[in-house]
């Protein structure tokens, strides 16, 4: 499925400042990431704060890693998700038992990944490519080679790993993806003076989003929609 433009998603958001500022500059969809290991881990109560922040037309999207059914459940019920994202080794059947729609994130590190999270989730709303870390779910800030992706997709693939601001717009050129998903590439550095999201080599504060970073970020993606 090819996209008629490139959505967006900035994923990792820990504030309700940080999930108006991505609405405000566009952002189709955020991410609250339900993961204790993770630094951009959400409690229930932070979680509630940002869905009361986020307007309407703004996709709510809770991101997983091999839970149990227990706690999706216990986050539904007290978080308005509108979709579930899957980043573990979670099964189909175990995506698809919570009557909402879900997408899975898998690691890549060659065509055959892709072409196997096809024909395996074939009832998901999308497959998420993320870079291959044989320690990390998702999360590594790596880019991985875009050209194994196929061109064929039955359903919509969803760009991550790595993007910010200074490739996001070739990575849309190559890729055609259905949509794009970005967190490290738009959160705060501790750099006092500012890097820009190019920068590499920067500690950037895991959760904390830039809103400059994120403007410039989502403007990247509509100059190439506007383009194409």
Known sequence: MQPGRTRTK????????????????????????????SPRCVSLEQARAIADAVPAFVTLTGLFVN???????????????????????????????FHRRWIKAIRVRARDDVEQGFKCWRRASGLLVDAYDPQRYGGTGQCFDWSVIPEQRPMPLILAGGLDA?????????????????????????????????????????????????TEFLSEVNRVNQAD
């Open 10 to 37: 900035i994923c990792g958001i820990t504030r309700p400042e940080d999930a108006v500022a991505a609405a405000a500059a566009g952002a189709d969809a955020i991410g609250l990431v339900f993961y204790e290991p």
């Open 67 to 97: 839970p149990d059914r227990m706690l999706v459940e216990q986050v539904l019920s007290r978080v308005p998700l509108d979709l579930l994202q899957f980043h573990g080794d979670e099964s189909p059947g175990f995506c698809d038992q």
């Open 166 to 214: 200074s490739n996001v717009a070739e990575a849309i050129r190559q890729v055609r993806p259905w949509g794009v998903d970005v967190s490290g590439g738009v959160e705060a550095s501790d750099n006092p003076g500012g890097a820009s999201s190019g920068d590499t080599g920067k500690a950037t504060k895991k959760g904390i989003k830039d809103a400059a970073k994120i």
